[in-house]
Nanobody, 119 residues
Framework: QVQLVESGGGFLQPGGSQTLSCTAP????????MGWYRQAPGKQREMVARITSTGRLIYSPIARGRFTISRDEAKNTVHLQMTSLRPEDTAVYYC?????????????WGQGTQVTVSS
């Protein structure tokens, strides 16, 4: 079993900032690509940002320029720093851990944390 624990969601104001956090088991965090995805009601889940175990960054267009993903190796935690929040950012944000080796893929998901952006 692999448990990814997210935190940081809540009711936020448009234009505001918030940081989401996700803690993973050390053996997962040290070797897997960590990422954040989000899903709004009635919509498909979409990738927000990912960061590899070596620190390479992969951003989706929706995140580039506003969101920043980072790794805290000492705490086995990945962060998503969100700025200039918009109502359309409202969604459940999920932490993801993924590993690919040859033809085998391994992937784990957190329970999700709700982000609501509204006045």
């Amino acid at each position: 079993q692999v448990q990814l624990v997210e935190s940081g969601g809540g009711f936020l104001q448009p234009g505001g900032s918030q940081t989401l956090s996700c803690t993973a088991p050390p053996n997962i965090f040290s070797t897997y690509t960590m990422g954040w995805y989000r899903q709004a009601p009635g919509k498909q889940r979409e990738m927000v940002a990912r960061i590899t175990s070596t620190g390479r960054l992969i951003y989706s267009p929706i995140a580039r320029g506003r969101f920043t993903i980072s790794r805290d190796e000492a705490k086995n935690t990945v962060h998503l720093q969100m700025t200039s929040l918009r109502p359309e950012d409202t969604a459940v944000y999920y932490c993801n851990a993924a590993f690919q080796h040859d033809l085998e893929d391994y992937e784990y998901w957190g329970q999700g944390t709700q982000v609501t952006v509204s006045s």
